[in-house]
């Protein structure tokens, strides 16, 4: 009995007398304590309810009915599951990806035109643009002109980025 309850009276030194006095012990303590925690159950009950149901759930599925319950409990969430992705597959199929926007041929002369600056010493250093606002003025009525008569200029930049925008119009 002193086992079941949890006292070790195997170790050494532990007499045979004490072993006999524990036991005894246990036998006149424990049923007074169970009847009065007999009566504190209801007490104990109304002080947290949500502890009360659990325990009484988790009592309830221990039995044959309540594995008969969680069964087809499991069964319906595996069935909604797939309902779900089934839902979300037929909502994405109609969806396309975003294109991404082609440039124009304007816009790749322009980009051309605009390396040409940057490679040359007209408007900074190599490399560096000191002035890029009259730069892509430059450039850009460049290429429109490039584009709307054929004709590039005589010399300088303006030749320059002529030849590049001609290549891509």
Do not use: W
């Not at 030194?13 to 009065?36: C, D, Q, Y």
């Amino acid at each position: 009995m002193a086992l079941v309850i949890g006292i070790d009276i195997a170790t050494p030194g532990f007499s045979r007398s004490a072993a006999k006095a524990t036991v005894a012990a246990i036998g006149r303590v424990v049923p007074p304590l169970a009847t009065r925690a007999a009566a504190a159950v209801p007490a104990a009950a109304a002080y947290s309810p949500v502890a009360t149901g659990a325990a009484l759930g988790l009592g309830a599925l221990a039995t044959p009915p309540g594995q008969q319950l969680l069964d087809i409990a499991e069964e319906r969430g595996r069935m909604d599951r797939i309902r779900f992705e089934q839902a979300l597959t037929d909502l994405t199929v109609g969806v396309q990806k975003r294109k991404v926007k082609t440039k124009s041929k304007f816009n790749k002369a322009i980009t051309a035109g605009m390396k040409t600056v940057k490679a040359s010493t007209s408007y900074g250093k190599k490399g560096i643009i000191s002035s890029p606002k009259k730069a892509f003025a430059a450039v850009t009525k460049t290429a429109s002109a490039v584009k709307r008569t054929g004709k590039v200029a005589k010399s300088g930049i303006r030749r320059k980025i002529g030849l590049a925008i001609r290549k891509i119009l």
